[in-house]
């Protein structure tokens, strides 16, 4: 299973954040949005809806996401110095079907009859 | 005191241990001189890029401007890729990890520069590398005693390894708080290394909160793997902020009565 996928899912959350933690979720909302970012530029745009949001935070989110596989690092030398730009390696459509598949394949592998049933009930 | 607990440790080889105490000590020294020299000149690596003029010019200007004002030469300034905040200097440069410019601004990122210029002036870049060479030295002359067959000589020399662990702690602890102190007098605002302790130690906090809240179903490798250590050489930040404080204060205080 690639790091990617997710590996919990909660039922009483909201899009992303049923399987990623809630600052996470907001974090690959923005960089789905903008592709390529720094983990400054990430901060300054969270910071307009958390004011007491720290640097050390993002980063240390964004380093986290890249561990999940849902962002790489880079370093990037150009004007302004060396430093490390964040990507992203998934689209948000292919991250969702993983999602979706991966639930699946879990409900599939435990509860098999049911998952069926549920299935047809909804097809007709 | 290190000195004199090496010295009383090589007295006890020698006088145990006659001339082939006095041979092996020689050979001990040669073999940690020659690792020394061979370790300095592999310390910068591909990961390590020196920074130029045009790369960041308000850091490459304040770094002459605080090496000015320590009174020693500009040092040479290397940028670590590393996405965890770590600093170091040595001989008579200073390397910045990527991480650093990640949490910290600019004034907070002179803070800790100042710190590294503060290790350089009071030739820490020296003594902390002798030291923990010494280290193995010590260690190597404890096993050396073992030859001896003589329970008093092995039982002195673990108590000299032992003091001199001890002191080296205590040494190391003691020069942080001074390169602190000296960050002061070169930074223009004191309180930008108070504001950077903060900061790292505000990740460093984050850091274990995440390994231990945060998703429990997944194991997060974002920690560094780190190594158990069994005395800590640096001083907590709380009490380094705290005398950072104090300090700025009383300078502030001589600079109103100047």
């Known amino acids: 299973m690639s790091s990617m996928e997710p590996h919990e899912f909660k039922l009483t959350e909201e899009g992303l954040k049923a399987v990623l933690p809630p600052l996470e979720a907001e974090i690959m909302g923005y960089m789905w949005d903008v592709r390529v970012a720094t983990a400054g530029e990430v901060y300054e745009k969270m910071k307009e809806k958390h004011p007491d949001l720290r640097r050390s935070t993002v980063s240390i989110l964004m380093n986290r996401l890249c561990e999940r596989g849902l962002l790489e690092r880079e370093v990037s030398k150009g004007r302004g110095g060396m430093r490390y730009v964040y990507k992203i390696t998934t689209t948000k459509e292919e991250f969702e079907q993983k999602v979706v598949e991966s639930i699946f394949d879990a409900l599939m592998a435990n509860f098999k009859e049911a998952t069926f049933a549920y299935l047809s009930k909804i097809k007709k | ?258």
Not at chain 2, 150 to 166: F, K, P, Q
Not at chain 2, 216 to 228: A, D, L, V
Request: hydrophobic share 50%; with cysteine.
């Open chain 2, 1 to 258: 005191m290190l000195r004199l607990i090496a010295f009383v440790q090589l007295l006890l080889v020698v006088l145990y241990l006659g001339r082939i105490g006095l041979v092996g000590v020689f050979l001990a020294t040669l073999c940690l001189m020659v690792l020394y020299l061979w370790v300095t000149k592999r310390s910068l690596d591909k990961i390590h890029t020196p920074l130029k003029y045009e790369d960041m010019p308000w850091l490459y200007d304040s770094v002459a401007r605080m090496a000015n004002r320590a009174k020693i030469k500009t040092p040479k300034v290397y940028i670590l890729e590393d996405y965890i905040p770590n600093a170091y200097s040595f001989k008579d440069s200073i390397v910045l990890s990527l991480g650093l410019f990640e949490v910290l601004q600019e004034n907070e990122i002179l803070g800790v520069v100042a710190h590294e210029i503060g290790h350089i002036k009071n030739k820490d870049t020296l003594l902390f590398p002798l030291i923990s060479y010494g280290r193995y030295w010590m260690i190597t002359l404890s096993m050396l005693t073992l030859f001896s067959f003589n329970l008093r000589a092995i039982l002195v020399s673990l108590i000299l390894l032992l003091a001199y662990e001890h002191q080296r702690v205590r040494f190391f602890k003691k020069r942080e708080f001074m390169a602190d102190k000296a960050a002061l007098y070169v930074l223009e605002r004191p309180f930008d290394l108070k504001d950077a302790l903060e900061e790292l130690s505000y990740y460093e906090d984050l850091r274990i909160k995440v390994k231990e809240n945060v998703l429990p179903g997944i194991e997060p490798k974002i920690e560094r793997k780190q190594k158990k250590v069994f005395m800590e050489m640096h001083p907590p930040y709380d009490e380094r902020i705290w005398k950072i404080m104090v300090e700025a204060a009383a300078l502030d205080l001589m600079g109103k009565l100047n």
